[in-house]
Structures are given as C-alpha cells and as structure tokens.
C-alpha cells in the first residue's frame, strides 16, 4: 500500500498542517458559540520565563490564531532570574483564576528552574500542554483518556495521520513506524500514540524509538523499515532520503533555525530531498505547527467547557 503510494506521483504528496488544523477548527467554532451562549470567553495564558528568540515565534503564532478564532491570549512574563518560590507562586495563581482555563509553560526554561516541578504545578483541568504527569500518564493507558489532554503537537501529528489514513483508505495495523527523539513532550507521547491499539485511541503501529545516542547504522536500519517516519530530534537533516523506505509517510515535527548565506532560516530534520522517495511528506514550515496550534485551541476550549460544566 504504502510503496504503491509512489506510482501515483514523482514527488511525495506534501501535507499542510493548515488542512487538518481546518477540521479541528471546525470543532472548534462549534464549542465556542455554545461557550458564548452561556457568556464563557476561553482564555490561554502562556508562562514565559525571560527572552528565547525560537519562544517568540511559537508565541506569535498562538496569539495570532487564539485571537483570530476569538479566544483571549494573554502573556504572563517573567524575568529569567526568577526563583522557584516565585515561579510556582505565579502558576498557583492562576490555578486559582477563574478566568483562565488554559496554563502553558512555555519551554525552555532556564536550568536553574525544576522544569518538572514546574510543569507538574499546573492545575490538570488547565494543562491545555498536557505536561502533566497525570496527563501523561493518561495517554499511556489511552489516547486523551477520560478527561485528560493530549499534548498539542502529538495530538497533530495524529490529526494529520488520521487525515492520511481516510484519504488513501490506509490500513496501519501492525505496520513499521519509527519515532526519532524521546522528549517527554513530544518524541515519547508520539511514540505511546503510535503504537497504542486502535480501540484505545492509537494507531496499531509496530513503533520503534530513536534517540540522539542511537548509532547512525542503527537509526538508518530502523527508517529503512519504516512505513510511518516521524522526527522531533531536533537535528537538521537528519532523516535521510537514502534511509526512506519508497512511499513512507514522513511527519517532520523538528524545528531547527539555520544560517544560509548569512541569514536566518527555519528548517526541519528530514531533508528537502526526502520528497523524491516518500509518498507523503509534512514540510518545514507549515506542516505540523499549523496544526499544533489549531490543537492548543482545541484544548483550550475543552478545557474552558469542562470548567463551565457546558
């Protein structure tokens, strides 16, 4: 099935996140009119610790999409110096707010911030991130489990698969995948949703993970196999045309600025040149992000519905 993929077309389809960030923002607009009914105005608050250049651009974008589908976006800023004392202070304050239904920690922080303390002090019902343990946890045992949140970019890679799946009639069941990075936020909740059964919310893929210390033979032997392809290594690069099996799905999720000719500009992990061999490939930009962000406000809204009990 997914060799034959390449028959129908030279070069691998490219799958907008746009396209599925439409659908979810569907759902979306749905869930607001009744929000706005009972006179609910969801609102997302980012806690953003200091000035990281690659923050902003990701902050931008949620802004500029909360505020257009009508949510309230407001920044919580806070200087890079702050102590945890404080940074808790400022999360437990807005767990108590009853006007905000969504908290993001906005990653990185500085290292001499507990990053996992941190995360774990959002109210669950707010983890509109879903960073959580209990979250987390959650989509281990299923995908968006009971009450839980799937984390945003995740939840998109899912989207768009499931959107590759319905167009070519894709049956994924037992099939070869291959997730390279393990971050907690993003390689390893990719990986669960990958390989978790089907009646759980998954996708049934034999899923394999890769991870910066896995040696260069060994992750050109796991993508050669690979049916599904999904990189968040953050590696420019990385993913080869040469390692990809002929009409392989590949999900780019890595986000990596680069200097061409002496400027700034943002790339992906897999290689331009994947195109020619993939049957279906998300470019960087506007592939994944899109559709990250249409997921942020998607659990957003949830979230401000479960709250208000709507």
Do not use: W
């Not at 105005?41 to 651009?57: H, L, Y």
């Not at 599904?228 to 990385?238: I, T």
Request: charged content about 20%; some cysteine; proline content about 6%.
């Amino acid at each position: 099935m997914f060799a034959s993929l390449l028959t129908k077309r030279s070069l691998a389809t490219l799958i907008k996140g746009q396209d599925a960030a439409k659908k979810i923002m569907s759902q979306v607009s749905q869930d607001l009119e009744l929000l706005q009914k009972a006179g609910v105005k969801p609102k997302v608050v980012p806690v953003v610790v200091g000035d990281v250049a690659e923050s902003r651009i990701y902050l931008d974008r949620k802004r500029a999409a909360a505020l257009k589908a009508g949510l309230e976006f407001e920044e919580k800023i806070i200087p890079d110096n702050v102590d945890m004392p404080t940074m808790l202070k400022t999360i437990e304050d807005l767990n108590a707010d009853p006007s905000v239904h969504g908290i993001i920690v906005q990653l990185p922080i500085p290292k001499h911030l507990d990053e996992q303390v941190v995360c774990n002090s959002v109210d669950v019902t707010k983890d509109v991130d879903g960073f959580t343990c209990r979250n987390l946890g959650n989509l281990v045992q299923g995908v968006g489990l009971g009450d839980s949140f799937v984390p945003c970019t995740p939840l998109a890679a899912l989207k768009i698969l499931q959107q590759i799946q319905q167009t070519e009639d894709i049956d994924f069941m037992g099939k070869n995948a291959v997730v390279a990075g393990r971050s907690h936020n993003v390689g390893l909740p990719i990986a669960m949703i990958l390989q978790a059964d089907h009646i759980k919310g998954g996708l049934d893929l034999t899923t394999t993970i890769c991870h910066r210390y896995t040696p260069n033979e060994q992750l050109v032997e796991a993508v050669s196999k690979a049916d599904v392809v999904v990189s968040a290594a953050g590696v420019p690069g990385l993913i080869k045309p040469e390692f990809v099996k002929p009409g392989a799905i590949v999900i780019d999720v890595g986000i990596n600025r680069i200097k061409v000719d002496g400027k700034s500009k943002i790339v992906g992990d897999v290689h331009p040149d994947v195109a020619k061999v993939a049957g279906y490939m998300t470019p960087v930009p506007g592939g994944v992000g899109p559709c990250t962000v249409a997921c942020l406000l998607y659990n957003t809204v949830i979230a401000a519905r479960r709250q208000s009990q709507i």
